[in-house]
């Protein structure tokens, strides 16, 4: 198999090589033999977070004190790359690691930290944020789950769905309406333990890809939890959501280009060795033409994506370039994937084929974080306002 490493760019120096190298061998180890088993069981096991955490591969953004590595983002990127390069989509890690623990390290107390942090860092305690609702996708706004003070409780009562780690979650961020009459205004964000009575999980929803990794409905029927359950200032959950969007969609962006450097390499290496007409696959004019392009848009996105990289360590990436970087690059994704399906013939359509499998999970990477659409307002925004 090529070698995927990127071969310039912010993800590369000795430390970087040396921490890839773990994390290719935890995926060869610990998540590559069992992956099929648990596409058919539809989740991943909660031992395989564990081991996770003890290997520090969790929450590696999160400082030490905390429990985590005190990395910077670039870490973090390393293995959402590995794990597509790997077609390894059961183990939404990064959703746990670098969309959950951020809320909590970015607007929590400081008791909030301490008590949740260094557990989601061992893997003890798996987190999931709860946005989607039946009648509000990419409106955040426009939730209904609503949360009252009551007895000095938060009196939660609505629902969630296409929830990621809902049926594993321990820790739901949950976004709720504290105010019905203010909008966005009146959003909130509440930190729910999965415990809680009133609390329960719908089915495990069947996806047309990313089989392994478990999505549901939640439900909330009079759920109570304590005042200081709170995350952030009442009524700005909408902003802080807003504010943590750009590295959710940069991460989307990440898996996407890793997912085409792997289908483009997969690809290459089935029509150097197929034949027909007695030929090589990759001898004939159309499939090398076609093949190239998939290529060149892939380097293209590469170097777009390096970009958006340093500008997110350096604390430059703003939502609208975060937003063109989601809907890009996982448009791209979708077209590069399908022409690598093409280029298998009737093997591309076959799961036991890794393109197989990668093109059915990346269709889902133009709708969640953002649908398309979405992204492209918000560019459009953003661009038609600049002078």
């Keep these: 198999m090529t070698d995927l490493t990127p071969a310039t760019g912010p993800l ?7 921490f890839r190298v773990s994390v290719r061998r935890f995926i060869a180890e610990e998540i590559t033999p069992h992956h099929a088993a648990w596409e058919r069981a539809g989740q ?9 955490g003890e290997l520090g591969l969790l929450c590696l953004t999160v400082p030490e004190q905390y429990g985590g590595a005190g990395a910077d983002f670039s870490f973090s990127a390393i293995v959402v790359e ?7 989509t059961g183990p939404l890690f990064y959703l746990h690691s670098d969309i959950v623990a951020p809320y909590l390290l970015h607007h929590g107390t400081e008791e909030q930290r301490q008590h949740w942090l260094p557990r989601m860092a061992r893997g003890e305690v798996i987190g999931a944020i709860g946005m989607t609702e039946p009648g509000a996708g990419s409106d955040l706004a426009s ?8 007895a000095g409780e938060w009196r939660i009562n609505g629902q969630k769905i296409f929830i990621s780690n809902g049926q594993i979650a321990d820790l739901v961020i949950l976004a709720v309406k504290t105010n019905q009459a203010l909008g966005a205004h009146g959003v909130s964000l509440l930190l729910v333990e999965c415990d809680r009575p009133g609390f329960t999980r719908g089915h495990r929803l069947e996806k047309v890809g990313m089989h392994a990794q478990d999505t549901s409905e939640l439900f909330f029927t009079d759920v109570r939890v304590p005042l200081d359950c709170l995350l952030g200032e009442e009524g700005k959950g909408f902003r802080l959501m807003m504010n943590e969007l750009p590295q959710e969609r940069l991460l989307v962006a990440i898996t996407a280009v890793a997912a085409m450097e792997a289908a483009v390499a997969w690809t290459r290496e089935h029509v150097m060795q197929r034949q027909a007409f007695g030929k090589r696959l990759a001898d004939k004019q159309t499939i090398r033409h076609r093949l190239v392009e998939a ?12 970009d958006c990289l340093i500008r997110h360590l350096r604390g430059q990436l703003d939502a609208a370039s975060a937003s063109l970087a989601k809907f890009w690059t ?6 590069v994937l399908d022409n690598c399906v093409q280029m298998f013939g009737g093997y591309g359509y076959m799961r036991e084929y890794p393109i197989a499998r990668a093109w059915a999970d990346a269709r889902v990477q133009r709708i969640y974080g953002g649908t398309t659409e979405i992204m492209k307002e918000i560019v459009a925004r953003d661009f038609f306002q600049q002078s």
């Excluded at 590369?12 to 040396?18: L, Q």
């Excluded at 991943?44 to 996770?52: C, D, F, Q, T």
């Excluded at 590995?82 to 390894?88: C, I, P, V």
């Design 44 to 52: 991943v096991p909660r031992a395989l977070w564990r081991r996770a």
């Design 295 to 306: 290529h060149a848009n892939t380097v293209v996105a590469r170097s777009f994506l390096n």
């Design 82 to 88: 590995e794990m597509a390069f790997a077609g390894a």
């Design 330 to 335: 996982t448009e791209m994704q979708f077209s």
């Design 12 to 18: 590369r120096s000795p430390e970087h090589d040396d």
């Design 143 to 150: 939730i209904r789950t609503r949360a009252e003070r009551d």
